[in-house]
């Protein structure tokens, strides 16, 4: 939680979380007190060559953190809305790396239409609601999505190349 420039520490058990964030690389130590491995998923970013890696997945800090790099062409809304998701156990830290993401946002809360029950394996609860809005993150930009937070990512034209970091709740 930021106020006034002023970095607050949370006890992130026993605090409501926060909704969604939206931010630059270049402001992501305002947050690393939200969560015990957001410095650590951070520092993960800030030291590897995201413009080389090869698309996979990769193991940060044991199933704590998790990183999956991505290099795909943007989809339609319709086709990512149909992926309308949001995850139980795990916060995704959601970085544009190159291109124009776009993703539709919309608070679990305001979801009344399940899409199948809820995957304990993968973690992932989709839904058939709509989005309440979009935004667009671009090269350095990330967004962190809480439980709370069901998302449609990948919405765009073109290449999109991204990192997500799943971050154990």
Known sequence: MVAD???????YSTVQEPKMI???????????????SFAKA??????????????GKY??????????????NGMTAEESAAKFECHDRNIDIQLCITGTETIGWK????????????????????YSDAPEMHFQLRNGEFA??????VHAPM?????IRKL???VKK
């Open 5 to 11: 420039g002023y970095s607050v520490k949370l006890n």
């Open 22 to 36: 939206i931010d630059t690389i270049a402001n992501a130590s305002r947050y690393f007190s939200l969560h015990p």
């Open 42 to 55: 951070f520092d993960y970013i800030s030291n590897t060559d995201l413009q080389n890696i090869a698309p």
């Open 59 to 72: 193991e940060i800090d044991g199933d704590n953190l998790r990183a999956i790099f991505s290099n795909k």
């Open 107 to 126: 608070p679990r809360e305001n979801c009344i239409l399940p899409n199948g029950g809820y995957d304990t394996e993968k973690d992932v609860q989709f």
């Open 144 to 149: 962190i999505f809480f439980p709370e937070d």
């Open 155 to 159: 919405i765009g034209k073109g290449e």
């Open 164 to 166: 997500v970091i799943k």
